[in-house]
Each structure stands twice: as C-alpha cells, then as structure tokens.
C-alpha cells in the first residue's frame, strides 16, 4: 500500500510540475500576443493595453533590460503600475509611430522550479515597422520567473538582454496588416 501511496504523491508532484510550466507558457504568450502591433485584440486603447501588461505581473515584480543596448534603452521597472508605464510609452509614442511589431519566441528552456514556481529562457525575434516607414530587427535573449499568487500565475522576474539589433530596409514590407480581425468573431 506504502508504494501506491509512493506512486500516487510521485504523479502529482508531476501533474503539478507540468501544470507550472503550462501555466508559465501560457502567461509569456499572452504577454507576448498583448506587446504585437497592431494589437489581434482590435479596439483596447493603449493605456488599457499597457495596464493589461502590467497586470500580468507580480507585485513586486521587477522588469529589466540588461547590458549594453537593451539595458541603456529600457532601464529596470519594479511592479506593475511601473511597468505599465514603461509600456505605456511605446504605445502611445508619435513620430514615428509603431505601426508593426510581433515577438517570435524560439528555443525555449521551460522548467518548473516547485509547484509554484517555474522560470525559462527564450530567444526573441521582432521585426518594428514605423509609420514613417522606417524599420529596425531585433533579436534579444530573455530570462523569465513566474510565480502562483493568490491573482493567479504572474511574471515576477523579466530580464532580457540585446543580441543585435539591425536596420532593414525602409518600406520593405510589401504587404502590412494595418488592423487586427482576429479576436473581433470576423
């Protein structure tokens, strides 16, 4: 009976485990999907869009860029009405405006830390498109802990650090999506 019992609490320490890391996959897509422009969420005005990132962190949350680029440009934001903010600005910047901007995640190394806890790296590739039909490549490593808080699963530690960053060609693209239909039913 002692090794079914054994078995029993083995299975779902695992359950849990995979449970952490599926909840910690879900909530770095749902950060990613909410910092695409334009938004597949038609209709959210920008500070409900950087208020809803925010909200996809832990109170005492701490949001960094690191090293050289990554870290002169984005500095380090702690909680989420700061990183809100931090948000905030590149939505809501004119001149140029960012009209085209979606976050390819690869190589992925997830792994539960407890039952409450998981963390993972990723590489991230973004094209950014300007009104003005400017453009810029980025590739950036992320570092990312996740935390079960009474809320629910939230980010607490999100680090990512510059790989490169280059220039592409001005109106390069030759078709751009200008509005998301996605989440509208459509």
Request: proline letters at 4%.
């Amino acid at each position: 009976m002692e090794d079914v019992r054994a078995a029993i609490a083995a299975l779902q320490q695992q359950v849990a485990f995979l449970q952490a890391e599926a909840e910690a996959r879900r909530l770095i897509a749902r950060y990613m999907f909410l910092c695409d422009s334009p938004l597949p969420e038609a209709g959210m005005p920008a500070d409900a869009r950087a208020d809803a990132i925010g909200a996809l962190f832990t109170d005492d949350a701490i949001w960094q860029g690191v090293g050289g680029a990554h870290g002169a440009q984005f500095g380090q934001h702690r909680g989420p009405a700061e990183i809100a903010a931090h948000m905030r600005k590149f939505y809501a910047a004119e001149n140029p405006k960012q009209i085209f901007n979606t976050h390819y995640l690869t190589a992925e190394q997830l792994r539960a830390t407890s039952a409450e806890t998981a963390e993972g790296e990723w590489v991230q590739f973004q094209p950014w498109i300007y009104d003005d039909g400017s453009s810029l490549i980025r590739s950036s490593r992320l570092h990312v802990k996740f935390r079960k808080t009474a809320a629910g699963w939230r980010i607490a530690n999100y680090r990512t650090e510059n790989l490169f960053i280059g220039k592409l060609p001005d109106n390069w693209a030759q078709t751009l999506i200008q509005t998301s239909v996605l989440m509208t039913g459509v």
